[in-house]
Structure formats: C-alpha cells, structure tokens
C-alpha cells in the first residue's frame, strides 16, 4: 500500500510519490542527491561558458554577414520566439483543460507548457545557441522527442533510487 493517499492516482503522481515521503531518495532527495561539485560545475557552465560561446558566435557571425543582418536576427528570433511561444502555450494550456475535462492527469500537455515557457525564454535570450535549442523545443515533433527523453530520463533516475540500498 503506498505511504500517501495521491500516490494512488494516475500520471507524475504514480512515479514521484511511492519513491517514499519520509525515504532519503524520495523524490525531493533525488532531484538533489548530486554531489555540490557536480552542480557547481553545471552551474558554472550554464552562466558562464554559454554566455561567452554565445557572444564569440555573434562576434563571428557579425564579421560574416555584417553587424544589421545580426541585429536582425537576434531582434527576429526574439519576436518570432514570442509569438510562436504564444501561440504553442494556448494550444498546451487547451490540451491541460481538455485533459482536465476528461478526468485525466494533463502529464504531457503540463510537461509541454513548461518547455513551451523554457523555449521562449530561449529564444528571448541573444544567441544562436539559445535560439537553436528554443525553437526546438517551441517545435511540436522535436518537443515531444525532448519530453520523452526527459520523462524516460526521470523514469530511470527514480526506478534506480528505489532498487538502491
């Protein structure tokens, strides 16, 4: 019998909750149970390394095709960005009230807003890098390749913790 009434339902419940509430791999352990090097080191290559990749590419691509054409295209992967990321959010939070309205766990269509919201973010942020992997993950067929790797990706990370010792 599982230790909470919710771990009974359907969705991210059924995967996060039986891990166990009072456990030390429960699922709030396990999203934080890498080493603080690890996490020094991702955080490190996240705003610092990106950053400068990001503005040596706009440096190089300003010398190619001139500084107004890369204006251009950082000015244009914002605004492209902001209305793409629009209208994918409306349909995601349609698909949550359709799912809501059948009765069902929005799992998918929850899981495609947030990328929906970190893709426009991408794409509001200068660079080529950020505007790549935004518009990938504003594009419906390559979301869903990068919410299935993310959900197998949990998946496998749980089911390890509770095999564990």
């Known amino acids: 019998m599982p230790r909470h009434r919710a771990a009974r339902g359907r969705g991210l419940a059924r995967w996060l909750l039986p891990v166990g509430l009072g456990h030390p791999r429960s699922a709030c352990g396990l999203l934080a149970a890498e080493s603080p090097g690890a996490v020094l080191v991702r955080l490190l290559v996240l705003l610092v390394l990106v950053p400068i990749v990001e503005l040596a590419l706009l440096i190089q691509l300003g010398r190619w095709v001139g500084v107004w054409p890369t204006i251009g295209v950082v000015v244009g992967t914002g605004i492209g960005g902001a209305i793409l990321a629009r209208r994918q959010g409306l349909q995601a939070v349609r698909r949550v009230r359709d799912c ?28 080529l890098i950020t505007d790549a992997v935004g518009l990938a993950l504003l594009i419906p067929v390559s979301r869903r390749w990068i919410r299935r790797a993310l959900v197998s990706r949990l998946r496998r990370r749980l089911f390890s913790a509770r095999s564990g010792p």
Not at 101 to 120: E, M, Q, T, Y
């Open 100 to 127: 809501l309205a059948a009765g069902s766990f929005p799992g998918a269509p929850l899981l495609d807003g947030a990328l929906i919201v970190a893709g426009g973010l991408l794409l509001l942020t200068p660079g």
